[in-house]
Structure formats: C-alpha cells, structure tokens
C-alpha cells in the first residue's frame, strides 16, 4: 500500500501538484484510522491531503484516475480473463525484448513506464512541455514550438503502440492474453493522447464572475466605452471625478472609525504630568494604513483602448488608496508607463502614452508574448500584497496563449483579476483565448461601460 | 475519542441537526482522530461555519470564532497587554514603590530594586487573551473557528504556523505558552486569494459544494417539520435549476429554505408560476438576477 502511495505522490508531483513527505506520511496513517468501505472512503482521504485547494481538486481527479484506474486488470465477465500478474509479465517481457534503453528517447522512455503503470515520468515530460515558454523571435513569429513538440511526441507513442502490438500479435500465442494485451496498450496510448492534447485543468467554481447587469443609471454610464464619442469625452471625465471624489469621502469615513490602535504609552505618560502623573487622558496610535500595491496590465490595441485609459485614469485619480501603482500597457511588446502616469494631469499623460516610442501599434495583439515579457520585468517585484489587473479582451490574434505564465503570476500575488470591455456573449468566441485565462484569475468581470467600470473600483478600493 | 468511526460522525451531527456528506464525515473523523486543523472552501452559504457550530454542539465543547478581516493584528487575534491597567496600577503601588527603593543608597541599587520587582507588572494578570490564547489556555478542549481566514493579511498567515503546527504561541515577555488542550481548529475560505502552501500543508482539506438536491430537500424538511413533500422536491429542483444559471449570487441552503419558509407562511402546499415569481425575491438578492431568473422561471417549475 505505502508504495503504491509514494508512486502516486510521485505522479501528482510530476502533473505540478505540491505535495511533501508529510502529507504522504499523514495519508499513510489516516489510511489505517478509517474503515475503507468503498473507493469513495479511500479518495476522500487521499484528496483531503494531497490537493489542498479547489482549484488542484481537477489535477489531483487526473493523476488519480490515470493512476489508480487504468492498471491492467483482468475483465470480470470474460470466461478466459487471465489474472492482472500474467498481463504485467506480458508487458515487461514486450518490453525487455523490444527496447532497447539506450537509444531511448526521454519521451520513449516515460510512454514505455507509463505502460508498466508508472505514468510519472511521462506526466512529468508532458508537464513540462506545457509549460515550455515559446522563445523570442526577431523576424517571423510562430507560435509552433509547443506544438512541434506535443506532434512529435504523438508521433513518438503511435509509433511505439503500433510496434509494440505488431510484436504482440506476432509471438504471443494465447489468444485471451493477445486480445488483453492490446487492450491495454491501446487504452494506455489514449490516454497518453488526451493528456497530451488536454491543456493543464483547474476547477474554476471559486472564480467570481461579474458580467452583464442592468443597472438604472444613465446613458453615459451605460454607453459602451468602445463607441465613446470623442466630444462625450469631457462629461465622462468630469463624471470620473465626480465619482473618485465620493470615494475617496467614503474611505475617509471608513477609515477614521478603523484606524484607533493600540496605547501610545509615551504620549499618554506626558499627559499624565498635567494631572500629577496620574494617566486619566490615554492616547492611542493611529494604526498605519495597510494598503494594497497595484499593478495594472493592459492592451491598448484598437476599440480596448478607451476601457484601458479610463481604468487607468480612475486608478491613478485613486492612486492615494493604494501604496503603489505600476502600470504597463502592450499590443505585442510590453512598455512600463510608471513614471508617465506619476503626474497630477493624469488624463493629459494618458493621452501621450501612444506616442511612447516603444509601443507598436500596427504589431498584431499577443498576450502570450506580453505576459511572457511582464514575468521577466516584473515577477520579481510582486508579493503576496499585490493585486493584479488586467484589462483586455484576449484575442491573441491565435497566437500561443501561454497562460502557464498567468499562473506563475497567481502564486506571487494576492488577487488577479481579469477585466474584459467586451460584451459578455462575445467573450468565447473566434480567437479569443479568455477561456483558457479565466482558470488562472481570483476574479472575472465585465468592463464595457463606465457604470461596471465603477463597480469594479469600488469593490477594489473599499 | 470522542467519534467512534465516520458513521458515528455522521449520527451525532445529525442530531444536533447537521447533515453531513460521506465526505464530510471522513475529513471531521480524520480531523479530531489526528489532531489536525481542517481547512473547508466552498461558495458562501453552503453550511461551513456552521460545521464548526454544529461539531461544537455535538462533541459539547465551547466555540472560540475569530472573524478574520484586513487589518486583523497580533494584539487582536493572540493576547494584548492590559496598558491602562499596568498605569493604573502603577499609580495605586506608588507608595509601595517608594517604600522598595526608600533605603537606597545609590541610584544603580534602586533601579536594581525595581528592576527585581518587574515581573509583577508583565505578568498574567495583565495580559488580556483574545480568541487564540483562549483556545490553548482553556482547560477543556474547545473548537476554534477561524473564518474566512482568506481574509487576512499574510503576516497574520504566518503567524497562524506556529499555532496550527504546534498549538502554542509565544509571547516575549512571558515566554512560550504550552497547550492546556488541544482544540479542533476549522479554517474557512471563500478563496478571496490562495493561501500559502506552508499553512495548507498543516490541514486537512475540504471542500463544501451545494448539496445533493436529495440531501437538500432533507435539510429543509429537518428545518421546516411541517413541509409538505411536494413542495419540497419542486422547490428543491427549481432551486438546482436556477443555481445552472449564470447569476450574481446563487442561491444558497439558507436561501431555500426562507423560500420555503415564505411559501408555508403563504399556506401553499405546491409551487405554482405566479407564487414563485411573487417569492422570488428571497431567493435572488440582485436586481438583474431576479429579472434574469423571472424570465426563465416558467421552464424551471
């Protein structure tokens, strides 16, 4: 038991789940504590300890199927089943004879474990090459890296599959034995197809989604941004101001009641000197503030544009919320407009940003390469006090998405959040890749209009 | 120990009427046998705080809440010093003080005298526990509940280690302060933001769902005795429906079961179109939910 347990541990580790000697060890133990009536008893036990959020609860659902469901086991109602021990002799014997382990591939090599019932190293190589970054590149792009990648290691097990049934049906004379044999190297190569073929999974019930409402307010707050008229430009910044004003009154309010700390015993032993030393008058400290650090991405390509610049104008016209604002905005190449923004007239900077030399904006939209660019600038500068907001519509012009690197992003951070200006019935559709984004994000919502625009930044800021 | 087997975790929490899952069972059973914290998510009204106060009621222990928020400090969560007593006390042993240092000859020795008296003001009659320090000093085994833990700032997180690994906290002037009792420790989340690995890796993890409608409809009827059968399973089903949907908010247990408990001040025995629509607005609690869910609502009954 305790050595299936460690493989299966191995597995979870190669399919990026964290889990340490102590969970195993734990699960060990709680193994032997209750009465294992059914698969259901013997799952909840491992799950409790080896997928601790929702979101692993779909990678551990994975590894736990392909692990503990696909070994070779004899089928019940078939009069000539031969017993699971037969089988497996069978394969290693396939194996021996056929493969040479020298001038094996690392791709080979997993696919023929993974036959022998040890998927690790083969999840691990299947990790791995979905997590591969595309490289940089300066004259054409392409996006085929992974996916030269993922074809050749189809190839790799199709060819294998197909050699090693050949040899099957060449020299195994037990007709029951055959027919279990190829079974099994055939459900074995599906699976090794879907795993391949599947992008990594999360469960995303947690994700709060905002999209669509109908709210009575008027026109211009429910205008979408998209269509804005350039001479509607001046109420909507007046009604910008109006609305950062009420705010910043409300978190005034809140933050008077919120802010009383514990005694400052110097101040209130020099009060005390007025009443003969006794300390009738006690002082507190004022708690300092715990802001929050923002870093905003957005795409300002084409119609998005107008949402990303009133989002940003609202945050800096709120920058006295928050510790920090950093900004960087991106059609295909990333460019950091901190310092930019750092002004009082922010909608004037904000008008000069396209005329920032390090913006392209004839470049086709690619997320993938902009996220990519952002891990390298920026990773390292977040914590776990960061939020993260980007705003776009994630159509990378079907470019590699790459949202492994969303994910790395979700580690370091506190929140991410997703603001998307497009219509909600449009969100997945054509090459928009939000689908694949979404699983990585705390949040989800809506931003065509500057009523959900408001929404938004209130709940961010209170 | 207080459980004999998941069964019996079962039993007792449904008589303090709390039904459990399969699931649920397990990770409680495995909880208070291995002395673990459990770490519970799940969407907002699906019954997870009241886990917690459902497992106080049935293993008959006190329940010690800390309600987790931005901004929650040591001096909130673990123990505070009393400051305003220490002066005042100080004030009230002034003569006493004098009296200690009166024969003194030099200024070393007084401060050396007073010095040797200190411990008298950073003692245990001023230290003031707030919910963590009550729940290891308390001399019976309580359950502490620590909600919506996501909440938190993550130095607050860390600070959480040493309790949840060990059940002690040390307080520098006092030193470290063992366990009287070990409570059970249930953590909530509603995934606000992820937690750190270190502190998922001292719990035991669960995750909450809306329940089966089979088990749905008997909680509402465990609730509301006087329900009539029909009732329930359509509004039950009607419930299932609308959490299908893409809402704001989803209706949750407490949900269904205000909707039944106004459809039985109504004196209905069924749900007809007209009285879920005129209900309607304990169910959603947004304006463009409603409206969303009004205009379906005919497929759904």
């Not at chain 1, 004899?74 to 021990?85: F, I, Y």
């Not at chain 1, 030269?148 to 189809?154: E, F, V």
């Not at chain 1, 008077?256 to 009738?280: C, E, H, M, W």
């Not at chain 2, 908010?249 to 179109?273: N, Q």
Request: with cysteine.
């Amino acid at each position: 038991m305790l050595n299936s347990l460690i493989k299966f541990a191995e597995c979870c580790r190669a399919w990026d789940l964290r889990v340490s000697t102590i969970e195993v060890m734990d699960c060990a133990a709680q193994l032997n504590l209750v009465p294992i009536r059914g698969e259901n008893d013997f799952k909840t036990v491992l799950r409790a300890n080896f997928a601790k959020s929702r979101r692993e609860q779909k990678k551990f659902d994975q590894v736990y199927h392909l692990y503990f469901h696909q070994r070779p086991i004899p089928l019940d109602h078939d009069r000539e089943a031969v017993s699971g021990e037969i089988v497996k002799e069978g394969i290693e014997k396939l194996l021996e004879e056929f493969v040479n382990p020298e001038n094996m591939t690392e791709a080979q090599h997993g696919f023929a474990r993974m036959i022998q019932g040890e998927p690790a190293a083969f999840l691990d190589h299947v990790q791995r090459l979905q997590s591969a970054e595309e490289k940089r590149q300066k004259a054409i792009k392409s996006n085929l890296a992974q996916l030269s990648g993922k074809l050749s290691l189809m190839l790799a097990i199709s060819q294998m599959t197909d050699r090693f049934i050949d040899q099957v049906k060449r020299t195994e004379t037990d007709p029951a034995l055959r027919r279990q044999l190829i079974d099994h190297l055939s459900d074995r190569a599906q699976h090794a197809r879907s795993l391949i073929s599947r992008e990594p999974d999360y469960y995303t019930d947690m994700l709060v989604e905002t999209g669509d409402t109908q709210s009575g307010q008027t026109d211009l707050a429910t205008q979408p941004l998209s269509t804005m008229d350039p001479h509607l430009m001046d109420d909507m910044k007046e009604m910008i101001a109006r609305l950062v004003r009420k705010l910043k009154d409300q978190m005034a309010r809140r933050y008077a009641v919120k802010n009383r700390g514990s005694i400052d015993v110097k101040q209130t032993l020099r009060r005390s000197a007025k009443f003969q030393g006794v300390p009738i008058d006690i002082r507190y400290k004022a708690r300092e503030k715990t802001r929050a650090k923002i870093v905003t991405l957005c795409d300002i390509s084409g119609s998005v544009w107008t949402a990303s610049k009133f989002m940003l104008h609202f945050l800096y016209s709120l920058q006295d919320c928050f510790s920090r604002v950093r900004s960087f905005v991106f059609v295909s190449d990333l460019v950091e407009i901190t310092d930019l923004l750092e002004t009082p007239q922010v909608s004037g900077a904000l008008d000069r940003v396209m005329s920032n030399p390090g913006i392209n904006t004839h470049a086709r939209t690619d997320y993938g390469m902009a996220f990519q660019q952002f891990k390298h600038q920026a990773l390292r500068e977040l914590d776990k006090k960061t939020t993260v907001i980007i705003l776009g519509d994630a159509r990378s012009n079907y470019q590699n998405p790459q949202a492994g690197i969303l994910s790395q992003i979700r580690e370091k951070v506190r929140r991410m959040i997703w603001l998307n200006p497009e219509p909600q019935h449009t969100w997945y559709t054509g090459d928009s890749e939000i689908r694949q984004y979404r699983k990585h994000c705390h949040e989800l919502c809506a931003c065509s209009n500057l009523s959900q625009l408001e929404d938004f930044i209130r709940r961010l800021v209170l | 120990m207080p459980f004999n087997d998941v069964k019996d975790v079962q039993k007792q929490l449904e008589s303090v009427r709390y039904i459990a899952s399969q699931e649920i069972a397990t990770v409680v059973f495995l909880a208070v046998a291995t002395e673990k914290p459990i770490l519970i998510e799940g969407p907002a009204g699906v019954g997870k705080t009241q886990l917690a106060k459902a497992l106080s009621m049935c293993l008959d222990r006190q329940l010690i809440r800390l309600q987790c928020y931005e901004g929650l400090d040591e001096a909130k969560a673990l123990y505070e010093w009393e400051y305003a007593k220490q002066l005042l006390y100080t004030q009230m042993v002034k003569d006493r003080i004098n009296h200690v240092i009166s024969d003194a000859r030099t200024l070393p020795e007084a401060v050396d005298r007073i010095a040797s008296q200190e411990d008298a003001f950073f003692s245990e009659r001023f230290v003031q526990p707030r919910p963590l320090l009550q729940a290891i000093s308390s001399p019976d085994p309580v359950v502490l509940l620590i909600d919506e833990v996501d909440k938190s700032d993550p130095e607050f997180e860390a600070f959480l280690l040493e309790l949840l690994s060990d059940f002690q906290v040390t307080i520098p002037e006092l030193g470290t302060r063992k366990p009287l009792t070990i409570p059970l420790v249930i953590l909530t989340s509603n995934n606000y933001r992820d937690m750190s690995d270190a502190l998922k890796r001292r719990c035991l993890h669960l995750y909450i769902d809306y329940p089966e409608p089979e088990i749905e409809m008997e909680i509402v009827r465990m609730k509301l005795p006087g329900i009539s059968v029909k009732l329930v399973e359509q509004l039950i089903r009607t419930i299932t429906a609308i959490r299908g949907m893409e809402l704001r908010k989803k209706p949750c247990i407490s949900e269904s079961i205000d909707w039944a408990r106004s459809l039985i001040a109504l004196e209905k025995d069924e749900l007809t179109l007209p009285d879920a629509s005129a209900t309607l607005n304990t169910v959603c609690k947004y304006r463009s939910d409603l409206l969303k869910v009004r205009q379906q609502l005919s497929q759904m009954i």
